[in-house]
């Protein structure tokens, strides 16, 4: 089955414990993206990549790392999480070739807290 | 820069009825693509429906149809003969081409209740 992976799915933490939230996807996509979501303010884009070792900043980059080593993996990592942090996250992938192919598959979520 | 605009936080349809969910944007783009995803009380996010800018027709896909007015800048998601299995947030997105890469910019959502 085509998907996207995300773990874990639930972690409470507390301030400043380094976490790392795994994505991988089984479908030889070029794109990943990590989003978080907030309530009033939709899904926002932290991180992407379009393709292996090739990352930049989304539009909420502060506070989170990410790394492509593989096609397949797109880990967001938390260095020293902090509370407003605390939110859903989804990793996302979908092909690179013209607009309409570009329909992200999101992984099922992944619900941080942080206390 | 490119902008979604959902004005309704939330909205009631009675079971069997059509419901249009408004969605606009604003881009300088020529070139950009808008979807709709749902998202149900246990979290994923559903991909719905996409229209392409330059596509000339109405996107449909089954109960779904997205009502392009290009001069309006709006991308209105219409459901019909509503279910109660429809009843989600519901988030319209777009995303650019041209070197716009795969971003999606999403809207901050409507949160759609079916009754009976």
């Known amino acids: 089955e085509a998907q996207v992976t995300q773990n874990p799915r639930y972690l409470i933490t507390v301030t400043g414990k380094k976490l790392t939230v795994t994505c991988s996807q089984n479908m030889n996509h070029e794109y990943m993206s990590w989003y978080r979501q907030d309530p009033g303010l939709g899904l926002r884009q932290i991180y992407y990549s379009m393709n292996v070792e090739v990352t930049d900043k989304g539009d909420v980059p502060e506070g989170y790392k990410v790394s492509r080593k593989e096609k397949r993996n797109f880990p967001l990592i938390l260095e020293s999480p902090s509370p407003n942090q605390t939110s859903l996250y989804f990793c996302?992938?979908?092909?690179?070739?013209?607009?309409?192919?570009?329909?992200?598959?999101f992984g099922a979520g992944s619900r941080l807290t942080v206390l | 820069a490119q902008k979604i605009t959902q004005t309704q936080p939330g909205m009631f349809v009675q079971e069997k009825e059509a419901v249009t969910l408004d969605c606009t944007y604003d881009t300088s783009d020529p070139s950009y693509g808008l979807f709709w995803y749902k998202q149900p009380s246990s979290g994923e996010m559903i991909f719905l429906i996409y229209q392409g800018s330059y596509d000339q027709q109405n996107a449909t896909e089954g109960r779904y149809s997205l009502n392009f007015q290009k001069a309006r800048k709006s991308a209105n998601l219409v459901i019909s003969a509503s279910q109660l299995g429809d009843s989600a947030m519901y988030f319209c997105a777009m995303t650019l081409g041209g070197g716009g890469g795969n971003k999606l910019t999403f809207g901050t959502g409507t949160q759609l209740k079916v009754e009976l």
């Open positions: 996302a992938s979908s092909l690179s070739r013209g607009l309409g192919a570009n329909v992200l598959t």
